[in-house]
């Protein structure tokens, strides 16, 4: 089946800092999706991608969608305290039928040093 | 606007024991409607998803069951719960047609001692 690895598991970094997020899948996706979970919190979602080569920005923070659609970055630009949590992929091989579809990857907790 | 309502926040029961977790949606019709599972380091893992009343689909063998006696009503059971199902459950929507994102529940924390 499909699976969704994303990397690192968790990533500490000083305020300030930049981060980066990965995500890989073993199949070609159809989309992927960005959530991210504060802690003690539930995942609210933050963007979807669907096209090869996809890039979208949501202030400081940049979403990518490799050429191949099997691989998918987010970057934050300049970490602040509010950007702490875990932040999940979720890709789809499938471009219909709701988010059955979706496999989520692990998260990466990122943790954030004032 | 849509919401999505989860209870209880918290559970502690012992096992053997009976467990009822409910959801409800508001807002919408005829919604998707998932029930994942939060371990520790593990991720979201899917229990169950539905596309109509009446209608559930069980992604991994397991303890617990689903239900869907409502449009908008999900509930998630156990006749006899184990330990190893402790975990944070999370109840989502999403809009049926297509691949659209989920709005999640609150979460219930469960402790299984």
């Known amino acids: 089946g499909q699976q969704v690895m994303q990397i690192p598991q968790y990533q500490h970094v000083q305020e300030g800092e930049d981060f980066t997020t990965y995500c890989n899948s073993s199949?070609?996706?159809?989309?992927i999706q960005w959530y991210k979970q504060r802690p003690g919190g539930h995942p609210v979602f933050l963007i979807q991608l669907v096209k090869s080569g996809e890039v979208k920005k949501q202030k400081r923070l940049t979403f990518q969608f490799g050429e191949a659609k099997k691989n998918s970055s987010l970057h934050i630009t300049a970490t602040q305290t509010t950007d702490v949590g875990t932040y999940f992929c979720a890709g789809s091989g499938r471009s219909g039928g709701g988010a059955d579809g979706l496999t989520f990857g692990k998260g990466t907790h990122l943790i954030i040093q004032p | 606007s849509q919401t999505i309502h989860q209870w209880p926040a918290t559970l502690v029961q012992p096992v053997g024991s009976p467990l009822s977790l409910e959801c409800t949606v508001e807002?919408?019709?005829?919604?998707?409607l998932y029930w994942y599972r939060q371990a520790a380091g593990r991720g979201l893992q899917l229990l169950f998803y539905s596309v109509g009343i009446g209608q559930i689909s069980s992604e991994v063998p397991q303890n617990l069951s689903a239900s869907r006696p409502q449009d908008r009503q999900f509930i998630l059971s156990s006749k006899k719960l184990l330990l190893s199902d402790s975990g944070f459950y999370l109840c989502?929507?999403?809009?049926?047609?297509?691949?659209?994102?989920?709005?999640f529940g609150q979460g219930t924390r469960l402790t299984v001692v």
């Open positions: 199949t070609t996706l159809s989309n």
């Open positions: 989502a929507w999403s809009l049926t047609g297509g691949v659209t994102e989920a709005f």
């Open positions: 807002g919408t019709s005829n919604p998707n």
